[in-house]
């Protein structure tokens, strides 16, 4: 065989495996989209739901331990449990989708400022604290922050010997009542919801009726949080200078708050919530190097900038304030990546 017909059929096999790892590379994407799905509707999405569950249940063993012995080492652990409840669920806000927000499982845990004046009324009061009385309560006599303000107090000194038997009654109906909204949610999840997030595109799914349905509402869910943490939970009470309108003023947890919803977006990007798995990085990889480095790079600023506030959110907002704004505009910036890269981006490939 002579050199010039080698070179060509050298140059011949190297084309046509150029061609098979681009076929195969189209066969893999495809169930690449498949598996995010999967992933993220089961270790993402379901598992954080069962981890809230779970943090709920220890929050409400916690109030049951200190109803019964009331110190402060019982006060320090429940508070503590509130805390670590709060993680999750603030984390989880980076998808607020489902029925999470169908069934107003949102609103009836996480409204705030609280009222304190039908706080006080209600404590003041003599309706029993039974399960339906807790439902049928307003949105914001109910959820995290009227536990918040039993367990810490107004101004986040209240010790163990200030409870009232009727403060302690309140605080377990309450705890009581988180426990089973986050137990609906959870079992949504479990029982049907995972699987109409997982098979979208599929037929018969009426609720997501493409895949790029489910990928849109992803984005759609990191971008909102975005939007209500820089625009909402912190621009309204800095403008205002009003600490009544802080989300966690009690426990001075606000800027906890903030950056557990930020670190939310990259669990949904990543598709790792406590195991690693497959998620809208790896589709971004695969065909936008430069989104992904964009994208993260805005995330790890967003994280630092709320880092760089080391005083409570209440004092920051007078006393910090340009450590504030920088926090606003970095977790904005990353809102523009979200919004006006990687969504198009979702429109273009996530078919």
Same mark, same amino acid.
């Given at each position: ?92 806000? /980076? ?25 006080? /009324? ?106 209500? *943490? ?53 589709? *971004? ?25 080391? *005083? ?11 450590? *504030? ?27």
């Amino acid at each position: 065989m002579n050199t010039r017909v080698s070179t060509l059929l050298l140059l011949a096999a190297a084309a046509f495996s150029s061609c098979q790892k681009d076929d195969d590379k189209t066969t893999d994407v495809t169930a690449l989209k498949k598996d995010i799905l999967v992933n993220v509707s089961t270790n993402v999405i379901t598992a954080s739901y069962t981890d809230m569950n779970n943090k709920a249940t220890a929050l409400a063993n916690a109030v049951t331990a200190l109803e019964s012995t009331t110190n402060d080492a019982n006060l320090s652990a429940a508070r503590q449990a509130w805390k670590d409840m709060r993680v999750v669920w603030e984390q989880t806000e /980076a998808w607020l989708y489902g029925p999470v927000s169908s069934e107003d499982i949102d609103p009836r845990i996480d409204t705030w400022p609280v009222d304190f004046n039908a706080l006080d /009324a209600q404590l003041a009061g003599s309706a029993q604290f039974t399960a339906a009385y807790i439902d049928a309560l307003p949105e914001d006599l109910k959820g995290f922050h009227p536990i918040e303000y039993l367990l810490w107090g107004k101004d986040g000194s209240k010790t163990a010997a200030a409870f009232t038997a009727r403060e302690k009654s309140y605080l377990q109906a309450l705890t009581d009542n988180l426990v089973a909204l986050s137990k609906q949610v959870d079992d949504a999840w479990k029982t049907g919801y995972s699987t109409t997030f997982a098979t979208a595109g599929q037929t018969g799914n009426s609720t997501y009726t493409s895949l790029q349905s489910a990928y849109l509402e992803m984005v759609a869910g990191m971008a909102d949080i975005c939007e209500e *943490v820089a625009n909402g939970k912190m621009k309204d009470p800095f403008d205002a200078q009003d600490t009544n309108q802080e989300e966690s003023p009690f426990a001075k947890n606000s800027i906890t708050d903030f950056t557990n919803n930020i670190q939310g977006i990259l669990k949904m990007y990543q598709g790792d919530y406590n195991q690693s798995g497959v998620g809208l990085e790896d589709l *971004v990889r695969n065909y936008n190097l430069s989104l992904d480095s964009d994208l993260k790079a805005a995330h790890a600023a967003a994280i630092a900038a709320l880092n760089a506030i080391t *005083v409570p959110f209440g004092q920051a907002i007078t006393s910090q304030q340009s450590q *504030v704004q920088t926090a606003m505009a970095k977790i904005n910036a990353l809102h523009v990546v979200l919004q006006n890269q990687l969504q198009p981006f979702v429109q273009q490939y996530a078919k």
